[in-house]
């Protein structure tokens, strides 16, 4: 038994909302629970790899908020919060297909198809992207191709890599945009599939939800 792609979206627009609303232990634990789930669910070298690259770009943005003028205190917690709804939205990639969102998105939050698919789409090439990139600079490192020297050197020694990714993706697009039109693709292309209903499960996990936003006010409510 598993919980279906709707309960899931609801799960993580609930904790983008959580970790505004939650004290900051609380939202720790949710951190904490989120990689215990994300290992789980998915323990490979890309898994680790993106956990790596979070956890490299969240301390670049604690230090440039306080090269800012920001306390410790908040560029720290404004990094946990921007952790939290990443590694949140990771889970969600890693535990549901990309179809079950796209037709969640559809059936139940009566988004437009056309985003849905434009949504979908971008998250599905994402991994194609980067092993062209890849494929891209061991071929351009075989023709003489080199990073080094000054910052305007590199930046300019990239269009060598640059530019052969966008000329593949534009490629690609336009060969996705044939096959949808072709394959008659519409509204009805995600009415064809089996409806998403929920399970008791799912019910459970949406009044935990529902508990779990209600705290802030009931917690407040104590105090006073």
């Known amino acids: 038994m598993r919980i279906t792609a709707f309960t899931q979206l609801i799960l993580v627009l609930a ?10 232990p609380m939202v720790a634990t949710i951190l904490a629970l989120e990689l215990v789930l994300l290992l789980y ?34 560029s720290l917690t404004g990094g946990l919060r921007m952790f939290v709804m990443t590694t949140a939205f990771l889970c969600l990639l890693a535990a549901t297909k990309i179809q079950d969102i796209a037709q969640a ?38 023709r003489g191709y080199s990073n080094r020297g000054n910052v305007l050197k590199r930046l300019y020694s990239y269009l060598a890599v640059v530019k052969p990714l966008v000329m593949r993706a534009v490629a690609k697009s336009d060969t996705l945009a044939l096959s949808m039109e072709l394959k008659g693709f519409g ?19 949406l009044m935990l939800i529902i508990l779990m936003s209600c705290y802030p006010w009931w917690h407040k409510m104590y105090e006073d």
Not at 15 to 24: D, K, N, R
Not at 57 to 73: A, D, E, P, R
Not at 187 to 200: D, E, F
């Open 15 to 24: 904790v983008t909302a959580w970790v505004f609303l939650l004290p900051v």
């Open 41 to 74: 669910i998915k323990h490979d070298r890309m898994t680790m790899a993106a956990i790596g690259a979070l956890t490299v770009f969240t301390g670049m943005m604690i230090v440039l908020q306080l090269l800012f003028g920001s306390s410790l205190y908040v």
């Open 105 to 142: 998105l559809v059936e139940k939050f009566h988004l437009p198809c056309e985003y849905a698919f434009m949504l979908t789409t971008a998250l599905r090439f994402v991994p194609d992207f980067l092993t062209d990139s890849q494929t891209t600079l061991d071929a351009q490192s075989c």
């Open 187 to 205: 509204a009805n292309t995600y009415k064809n599939m089996a409806p998403q209903s929920l399970g008791l499960l799912d019910y459970v996990v």
